[in-house]
C-alpha cells in the first residue's frame, strides 16, 4: 500500500525547479509509484511533471533532434519522423512495456532510474544523445555517456531535472539498430538490450558504436569492441572479433531471468548480427549529398 | 463427419434451435460495459477491512507473538491470532454433498507452532480502513526460528528428511496395474526412456481473492465472494464450530478461477473476522497476497519407460510419477488419481504398471489447476510418443494412429468409454489446418509438433456427485433458471440458461438466471473438473424437458390434438402440422397459472456413480467420461538465441455438442494461451520454500505480442453424456499445448529440454550439448555456447 507524501502539480518549469530540492520528480511514475509501494522510495513530496508547459515537444529537422524532458514512449512511437531520425530508440519504444505503460512512462524518467535494463538507454548512447540538466540556475549538458556513476548512481544533482534531450539525426550512410532479447515479447525486462551504430564509407567502417544493456552495472557502451570496427575494412572476421569484444567487456550477474553465461552468450550472437545487420542494409557507394 | 457419428440418435434427430448457435453470451454486455458486479464491488455501511499477516519463511517455529501494540492502534477492530481461535482445523479436501468418508487433509487456520509453507498465515486483522490495518499488519510483533525443511522432492524422501506432516512425507499414492509389462516389454524391439519434468505454476487469474462477510439477524454469516465452490459453507462452519445453516455463501461472476479458487481462500479469514467483530468484512487480496496465498500447480517428475516393436505397436508401459504436494495436502491424492489414470494417454496399451505418488515438501501447497495432473501426464506422454517415434525411425503422427483407442476400447484402467474417440479425427483436421510450412533462413528453424489427449470431464465417479437446478415460467412466459452453478467466466451460466431456452422454446434474452447462492439457489456442486456444464447442464435440461412435456401437455388439451403433435418454439406452443394452430407461451402460461398447473421444476441430475478402484491394480471405472483432442502447433527458433516464436497454434476438440460455440473457442483460446505460458516462460520459483518471483515482472505470462492468431475446429460426435450429447472444453483445451509446444520445438532443433519451461537460455544449452551441432559451433568462431 502507497504511504502518504504530498504531490506538487507545477504547470511552469521554473515552480517545478524551485520545489526540487526537497521533492522528487514525478514523470510517469511508471517506477517511482512501484518503488513507493514497494517501500524502497519514501519520498513524502513528489513534484509532478506532467502539467509543465511544452515540457513534450519532440523537435526534429534535418539534423538534430530534440526532445523535451517529458517526452513518454508512446511520443515518441507517434512522432512521424522519429523511426528515421533514431531507429534504434524507435524499435525500443515498439517492444518497452506496455500500452498503458508506454503512455506514461517519459525517456527522462527511463533515463534516471539507472536500471541496467533501461531500453532506451542503449539506443541513447549509440546515437550519442547529450542530456540536458537543468536547476534554477540555468542548464548544463552532459553526454549521457558521462551520466552514469555506478548501479542507479548519476551526475544529477538533486536539484535538476533532465529538461530535454538531443542528438544528431544519423546520415545515409549510418545504419543504427537495437535488439531487446526477453524471456518473453511482449512487456518484459530485458535479458540483453544491445544497440549498434555503423556508418560505413565503401569497404570501410568509419564510425561504430555498441552499447550494453542488462550486462553489468549500468548500461555501457562496449568502446573497445567499437575500436575493432572504427577504420577498418569491414569483414566477418573483424565483425566476429568485435562481438567477442563486446562479450569480454559485458559483466552481467545471474538472476532469475538468465544466467550471466547466458547473457555473455548472447551479447556475441546479437552484437556479431546487429553490425553485420547494419553493415548490409547500408549502400557500398558512399552516396554524397 | 456423418459416417462417423455415433451413438445417440434420438438426440442427433431434434432440431435445434438455441443450442450450437454463437448465441452472443448472456453475460457478455455487462461485462463489456463494467456494469457486471464482481465481488470486489461490493460493500456495506460500516464495513472494516481485513489484512492477513503472513510468514516470511517456509520451516519455521513461530516462538511468540505479540499483538498488543497492533490492538491499541486507533480504529483496529481485532487481531486474531491462533490463540484467540479455538482448537479448530480447516479440511482442504473436495467438498461434496454425498456424505463419503474424506481423507484426512486438515490445516491449521492460524499458525498455532509449526510453520510449514512461506506464506503461512500467523494472524489476521479488522481495521476501519485499509490504511489502518495495514499499520496494524506492520506492528504485530513476532519471532520465528528457521528449522530445517525439505524443499525437493528427493530430499523428502531420504532417510533423515524432516517430516512436513506426520507420518512421512508420501501423502498419496496410487498404481495402475494392467497385464503383464514383464511380457510387453519382452515383446518388444525398442525400449524407450525418458524423464520429463514441469515445473510450478501460478493460475494468475484476472481478479485476486476477495469477499465481503457480515452475520445477519439470524446469525447467519454471510460470505460474498469470487470461488468457484460456494459449498465450502460446509467446511467453513465445521471450522467455526457453528452449525452448516448458519454460513451461506454468496458468489458473484468470477474474474477467472482455473482451480486457483477451488480450495478455500478468504472465506475463512472472513468469517472469523466477522463473527469476531459483529460487523461486516472486506478482505482484498492484493497480488502479492494472491501469489502466496492460493495453492499452485504441481510440479512433476515423470518417468516412462516403453516398449515398442518395430512396427511401432506399443507393448509395454511403465510410467513412475512423483509430484510435490508441499506442505499441506489440499487435492494432491486426486491430483495423482488423475495423472496416474491419465498417464497412457489416449493409447491402446496392453500392458501398463503406473506408480503415482504426491510427496510433502515445505514449498507452498499444491492443489487444483485446470488439467488436474491429466496435464503434467500430457507433457510426459506426448513428448514419449515423438521420442519412440524418433527412436524407431517412424512417422510421428503415424506412430500415434498405430496406438491410438478407437471407439469402444477400454481405458488402462479397464474401463470401457461410451463415448466417441476421435483423436486420429481431431489430429488429421488440426495438422491440415496448420498448412504450409512457414520458411525461414538460418540460424532460425522451423518446428511443428502436436499432442493428444485424454481428459475426463466430471469428477471421480465414487465421488458420487449430482447437481440440482430448479427452472420456472413465470406468467407471462419468460423463464428463470435458479442453480447453486458458479460461473468463473467460461459461459457457464450462460450455456444453462440456452439449454433452457432450447427446451422451453424461447430465446436466450427471455430466460433469466440466478446462480451460486448457498442458501438460496438449489446445490449445483463446484465449478472445476470440467463438471458445470455436464452436471448442472443436465440438470437444467432435466428440469426444463420436464417442464416441456408438461407445457406441451396443456398446450395440446388447449389446442384440441394430441401431445406428440405439439412442439414448443418461437415462444409458441404450435401443431407441428399446421402451425397456425397455436397458443403464445404467455398465454399459455397465464392459462396454466389460473388452472393451478405447476410451472416449475426442481431437477437432481446424479452422475454414474461407482465404487472405488481397487487399490492394488487400479481397475475399475474412474470418471463419467473423456474429452479426446488435439493441439498442434508451428514455432520458429532461433537456433543462436534460443528463442521460440509460437507462429501457428490449432486446437481441433471433439466436444460432443457446441452448447455455444462462441464460448467454446473462448474456451480453446484461453487454453492456448495458458498451455503457451506453460510451455515458454511462466514459473514460480522457490528458494528454501520461499517464492523469490512473486510478481508478474517475473511471472511471465504470454501477452498478445507473444500469441499467434488460435485457430479452433469444434467436432462434434453427439456422444458425450453432457446435454445433448457434450462432453466438456474447460480443462481439455489446455491440456495438449504445451506438449504441442515442447514437440514443436524439439522438431525444430533436433533435441529436446526436458524441463518445462523451455527458456531460450534452456534450448541453447541443449543444442550446444547436442551432438549435431558442429556447424552451429562453427558459426560461433569456435569458442563454447555456454561454460558451465
Ligand atoms: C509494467 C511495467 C513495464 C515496464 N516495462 C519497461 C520496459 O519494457 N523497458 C524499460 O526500460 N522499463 C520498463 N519499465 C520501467 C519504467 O516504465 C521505465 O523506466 C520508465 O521509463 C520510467 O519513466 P517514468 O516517467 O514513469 O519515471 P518515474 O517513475 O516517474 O520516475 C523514475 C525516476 O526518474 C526520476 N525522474 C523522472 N523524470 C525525471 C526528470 N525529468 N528529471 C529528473 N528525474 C526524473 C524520478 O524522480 C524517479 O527517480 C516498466 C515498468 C512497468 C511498471
Redesign the pocket.
Known amino acids: 500500500m502507497l504511504s502518504e507524501f504530498d504531490l506538487e502539480m507545477p504547470s511552469d518549469l521554473q515552480a517545478s525547479l524551485s520545489s526540487l530540492p526537497y521533492a522528487?520528480?514525478?514523470?510517469?511514475?511508471?517506477?517511482?509509484?512501484?518503488d513507493l509501494r514497494a517501500r524502497r522510495e519514501k519520498s513524502k513530496r513528489l513534484v509532478w511533471?506532467g502539467n509543465i508547459q511544452a515540457f513534450r515537444e519532440i523537435k526534429i529537422n534535418a539534423q538534430q533532434v530534440s526532445i523535451g524532458?517529458?517526452t513518454t514512449?508512446s511520443d515518441i512511437l507517434h512522432s512521424p519522423a522519429m523511426a528515421e531520425a533514431a531507429p534504434s530508440l524507435f524499435n525500443a519504444a515498439r517492444?518497452?512495456?506496455?500500452q498503458m505503460?508506454r503512455n506514461?512512462?517519459?525517456?527522462?524518467?527511463?533515463i534516471?532510474?539507472g536500471?541496467p535494463?533501461?531500453?532506451?538507454v542503449p539506443p541513447l548512447l549509440s546515437l550519442d544523445a547529450t542530456i540536458c540538466l537543468t536547476n534554477a540556475e540555468g542548464c548544463r549538458s552532459v553526454p549521457l555517456d558521462q551520466f552514469y556513476t555506478g548501479f542507479k548512481t548519476n551526475l544529477?544533482r538533486q536539484d535538476e531535472?533532465?529538461t530535454g534531450l538531443s542528438w544528431l539525426v544519423p546520415n545515409s550512410n549510418t545504419a543504427n539498430l537495437f535488439y531487446k532479447l526477453a524471456r518473453r515479447k511482449g512487456?518484459?525486462?530485458?535479458v540483453v538490450g544491445v544497440a549498434v551504430t555503423v556508418t560505413r564509407e565503401g569497404d570501410r567502417c568509419t564510425h561504430a558504436r555498441i552499447a550494453l544493456g542488462s550486462v553489468g552495472p549500468t548500461v555501457f557502451r562496449a568502446k573497445d569492441a567499437e575500436a575493432i570496427l572504427a577504420g577498418g575494412l569491414l569483414s566477418e572476421k573483424l565483425i566476429n572479433d568485435a562481438a567477442q569484444k563486446a562479450m569480454e567487456q559485458s559483466k552481467p550477474i545471474d538472476d532469475l531471468r538468465a544466467s550471466a553465461n547466458y547473457r555473455r552468450h548472447s551479447v556475441r550472437v546479437l552484437t556479431r548480427r546487429l553490425i553485420t545487420q547494419a553493415w548490409h542494409s547500408l549502400p557500398e557507394k558512399t552516396a554524397h549529398t | 463427419m456423418t459416417d462417423q457419428t455415433p451413438h445417440r440418435q434420438t438426440e442427433a434427430n431434434v432440431v435445434l434451435r438455441q443450442i450450437g448457435k454463437p448465441l452472443e453470451r448472456s453475460d457478455a454486455e455487462g461485462k463489456a460495459t463494467g456494469r457486471t458486479r464482481y465481488a470486489g464491488d461490493y460493500t456495506m455501511p460500516s464495513m472494516l477491512h481485513g489484512r492477513v499477516l503472513r510468514s516470511e519463511l517456509a520451516s519455521a517455529r513461530l516462538k511468540h507473538l505479540d499483538a498488543s501494540a497492533a490492538r491499541n492502534l486507533p480504529g483496529v477492530l481485532c487481531v486474531l491470532t491462533a490463540d484467540e481461535l479455538p482448537d479448530r482445523l480447516a479440511a482442504t479436501d473436495i467438498p461434496g454433498q454425498t456424505g463419503q468418508k474424506r481423507a484426512s487433509t486438515d490445516r491449521q487456520i492460524l499458525v498455532r507452532e509449526f510453520i510449514r509453507h512461506h506464506g503461512e498465515p500467523l494472524a489476521l486483522i479488522a481495521a476501519e480502513t485499509p490504511a489502518i490495518a495495514e499499520k496494524a499488519h506492520d506492528l504485530i510483533e513476532y519471532e520465528i526460528e528457521p528449522l530445517p525443511g525439505v524443499y525437493d522432492i528427493d530430499s523428502a524422501l531420504g532417510p533423515d528428511a524432516p517430516i512436513v506432516t506426520e507420518p512421512d512425507n508420501i501423502v498419496g499414492q496410487h498404481k495402475i496395474r494392467k497385464g503383464n509389462v514383464d511380457k510387453g516389454f519382452a515383446e518388444a524391439d525398442h525400449i524407450i526412456e525418458n524423464t520429463f519434468k514441469t515445473q510450478f505454476i501460478e493460475h494468475a487469474f484476472l481478479e485476486p481473492e476477495v469477499g465481503l462477510a457480515w452475520v445477519d439477524e439470524n446469525g447467519v454469516i454471510n460470505i460474498r465472494m469470487s470461488t468457484q465452490v460456494i459449498e465450502h459453507f460446509r467446511f467453513i462452519a465445521d471450522a467455526l464450530g457453528v452449525p452448516h445453516n448458519k454460513v451461506r455463501i454468496l458468489g458473484a461472476m468470477v474474474g477467472g478461477g482455473f482451480g486457483g479458487k477451488e480450495d478455500i481462500t478468504v472465506e475463512l479469514y472472513l468469517a472469523l473476522l466477522a463473527q469476531a467483530t459483529r460487523r461486516p468484512v472486506r478482505l482484498a487480496y492484493t497480488r502479492e497476497d494472491s501469489f502466496l496465498g492460493h495453492g499452485k500447480r504441481h510440479p512433476f517428475v515423470i518417468s516412462h519407460k516403453t516398449g515398442v516393436t518395430k512396427q511401432g505397436k506399443i507393448t509395454a508401459l511403465e510410467v513412475n510419477i512423483r509430484a510435490d504436494s508441499g506442505a499441506y495436502v489440499f487435492l494432491s491424492p486426486y491430483v495423482l488419481l488423475y495423472s496416474a489414470v491419465a498417464a497412457p494417454g489416449p493409447y491402446r496399451i496392453d500392458n501398463v504398471k503406473i506408480d503415482s505418488a504426491a510427496i510433502a515438501t515445505n514449498n507452498m501447497y499444491t492443489s487444483a489447476f485446470r488439467g488436474f495432473g491429466a496435464a503434467q501426464a500430457c507433457v510426459a506422454y506426448e513428448a514419449q510418443m515423438d521420442e519412440i517415434a524418433k527412436a524407431i525411425g517412424i512417422d510421428r503422427f503415424e506412430l500415434r494412429r498405430r496406438n491410438f483407442m478407437r471407439t469402444g476400447d477400454k481405458t488402462a484402467t479397464g474401463q470401457t468409454v461410451e463415448s466417441a474417440i476421435w483423436s486420429d479425427e481431431c489430429m488429421t483436421r488440426a495438422l491440415e489446418a496448420l498448412g504450409e510450412e512457414t520458411k525461414a533462413e538460418e540460424p532460425v528453424k522451423i518446428g511443428r509438433g502436436v499432442a493428444t489427449y485424454q481428459q475426463s470431464y466430471g469428477r471421480i465417479t465414487w465421488l458420487h456427485d449430482t447437481a440440482e437446478a430448479w427452472v420456472g415460467i413465470e406468467i407471462d412466459g419468460t423463464v428463470i433458471v435458479r442453480s447453486g452453478v458458479t460461473d468463473i467466466g467460461g459461459g457457464q451460466v450462460s450455456a444453462l440458461s440456452q439449454i433452457a431456452a432450447e427446451s422451453l422454446g424461447v430465446g436466450l434474452e427471455d430466460v433469466i438466471i440466478y446462480h451460486s447462492d448457498s442458501a438460496v439457489t438449489p446445490l449445483a456442486g463446484t465449478t472445476t473438473a470440467t463438471r458445470a456444464l455436464y452436471m448442472t447442464g443436465n440438470a437444467v435440461h432435466k428440469a426444463s424437458s420436464i417442464l416441456r412435456g408438461r407445457m406441451i401437455d396443456f398446450a395440446a388439451n388447449e389446442l384440441d390434438v394430441q401431445p406428440d403433435e405439439v412442439d414448443l418454439a418461437n415462444g409458441q406452443a404450435f401443431v407441428v402440422d399446421d402451425p397456425s394452430n397455436f397458443i403464445s407461451l404467455t398465454d399459455l402460461a397465464a392459462r396454466g397459472a389460473s388452472e393451478g398447473l405447476q410451472r416449475s421444476e426442481l431437477a437432481m441430475f446424479r452422475a454414474p456413480f461407482t465404487d472405488p478402484i481397487d487399490k492394488e491394480t487400479g481397475q475399475g471405472p474412474v470418471f463419467p467420461d473423456f474429452t479426446y483432442g488435439c493441439h498442434a502447433v508451428e514455432v520458429s527458433v532461433d537456433t543462436e538465441t534460443g528463442e521460440v516464436t509460437v507462429l501457428k497454434s490449432v486446437g481441433a476438440h471433439d466436444i460432443g455438442q457446441a452448447i455455444n460455440p462462441q464460448a467454446v473457442e473462448g474456451q480453446i483460446e484461453g487454453g492456448a494461451l495458458m498451455g503457451q505460458g506453460y510451455a515458454l516462460s511462466e514459473e514460480l520459483i522457490y528458494q528454501e520454500g520461499k517464492l523469490v518471483s512473486p510478481s508478474f515482472?517475473e511471472y511471465l505470462i504470454p501477452t498478445s505480442m507473444d500469441m499467434p492468431e488460435i485457430k479452433t475446429i469444434i467436432l462434434e460426435s453427439r456422444s458425450g453424456l453432457g446435454p445433448f450429447g457434450a462432453k466438456g472444453i474447460g480443462e481439455p483445451s489446455f491440456t495438449p499445448v504445451a506438449p504441442a509446444i515442447a514437440n514443436a520445438v524439439a522438431d525444430a532443433i533436433g533435441t529436446r529440454v526436458f524441463e518445462l519451461p523451455i527458456t531460450p537460455e534452456k534450448v541453447v544449452k541443449v543444442l550446444s550439448q547436442s551432438q549435431t551441432n558442429g556447424d552451429l559451433e562453427q558459426k560461433l568462431n569456435k569458442t563454447p555456447l555456454l561454460e558451465d
Open positions: 522528487t520528480p514525478l514523470g510517469g511514475g511508471t517506477n517511482l509509484l512501484v511533471l524532458g517529458g514512449l517492444v518497452f512495456g506496455g505503460v506514461r512512462a517519459t525517456v527522462a524518467g527511463n534516471c532510474s536500471s535494463a533501461a531500453d532506451t544529477r531535472l533532465i512487456d518484459a525486462i530485458s | 515482472s
